[in-house]
């Protein structure tokens, strides 16, 4: 295979052997998306893995947006069992 290029090839090859950063694979409000972690509990969207059609038109699940994937933190309430785990975009 030839390569053609006027930049010089430390430019062009420049990270071809590092391994892709760890991502997450989420579902929130019904998206199956993947993130890459910048903090805990928030990730930015890499790109959507299965979502109905009009969620690829909609702002906030373009990828480089940032969710939140963390749960609040549980408040006492002894009428439930166990805490609910939400998960919602900001």
Not at 25 to 37: K, Q, S
Request: charged residues 20%.
């Amino acid at each position: 295979m030839s390569f053609y290029t006027p930049m010089p090839l430390e430019l062009v090859f420049d990270g071809w052997n590092r391994e892709p950063g760890p991502f997450l694979d989420l579902t929130i409000r019904g998206v199956t998306m993947r993130v890459v972690p910048v903090a805990p509990g928030i990730g930015r969207i890499e790109r959507l893995l299965n979502a109905p059609l009009d969620c690829y038109l909609q702002p906030e699940f373009s990828p480089g947006q940032t969710v939140c994937y963390a749960a609040e933190p549980a408040q006492a309430n002894p009428d439930k069992e166990g805490p609910e785990v939400p998960t919602y975009l900001p």
